[in-house]
């Protein structure tokens, strides 16, 4: 299938982690797959020499989604390339945990630029810009609904992206496109290990009824089903990918 033929995929925080493991389920699926990355560009292009050496097609594509122009690069470089944009995955997001009370201007101000004013970024570049039938896939945080300490800031975001989910699902009426969001529990990449003991992760891994760490591949399992023909009919939802923690 050429790439004027192909679906084609956005997907945001892409060179690694849930973002990797997104991007490589989608190829395998069929999708063309614009990997977008904030800074280090060796994980992406590594990726994106994954993809292809396994017959898939990628392109990387820098840029900060907190920079309305960068995204706007990001949609222009996908359609300079293959034409069009079928699915956007809205996967980029920081997280700095700390009590409100010690939280400084810092933390909040870049928290919000990433996870909010990014997605809202990216949701308002693919609002008009995506095709028929196409699919909007944001991310949230299970602790949406655990309400976790020290989460105060990040949650408070996610909490925002989850209201724009359900509005923006409505406002593209008559278009054929769907817009949820996944929402992770823990999941065992390398920026949830970071700084934390065994112990911390045994504990956390337990928290769930399936007493495990959620891997990349579960949540990206999930999106390739909203992305894909059988998600079709799930429209204005968020999709809590946690093993049954909350």
Do not use: C
């Amino acid at each position: 299938m050429s790439a004027s033929t192909s679906k084609v995929a956005i997907v945001t925080g892409g060179s690694r982690g849930i973002g990797a493991a997104i991007a490589e389920r989608l190829a395998r699926d069929g999708f063309v797959v614009v990997i977008n990355y904030a800074g280090d560009a060796a994980p992406a292009e590594a990726l994106a020499g994954k993809i292809e050496a396994a017959g898939g097609r990628a392109l990387t594509a820098q840029g900060d989604v907190a920079d309305p122009a960068a995204v706007r690069r990001l949609f222009d470089a996908a359609e300079a390339a293959f034409g069009h944009v079928d699915v956007l995955v809205n996967n980029a997001g920081i997280m700095q945990l700390a009590p409100l009370s010690d939280s400084d201007d810092a933390l909040f101000d870049r928290t919000v630029a990433v996870n909010l004013k990014g997605t809202f970024n990216t949701l308002r570049e693919a609002s008009t810009r995506l095709r028929q039938g196409g699919r909007i896939i944001n991310f949230s945080t299970s602790v949406v609904g655990t309400l976790f300490p020290t989460y105060g800031v990040y949650v408070a975001t996610k909490a925002a992206v989850e209201a724009m989910t359900h509005v923006l699902s409505k406002e593209l009426r008559g278009r054929d496109i769907t817009v949820n969001a996944v929402a992770p529990g823990p999941t065992a990449t390398d920026l949830f290990l970071k700084g934390k003991s065994p112990e911390q992760i045994q504990q956390l891994a337990k928290l769930a009824p399936l007493e495990r760490l959620g891997q990349p591949e579960d949540i990206a399992n999930v999106v390739a089903f909203l992305a894909g023909p059988d998600g079709g009919w799930v429209n204005g939802q968020v999709l809590r990918a946690n093993g049954g923690l909350v």
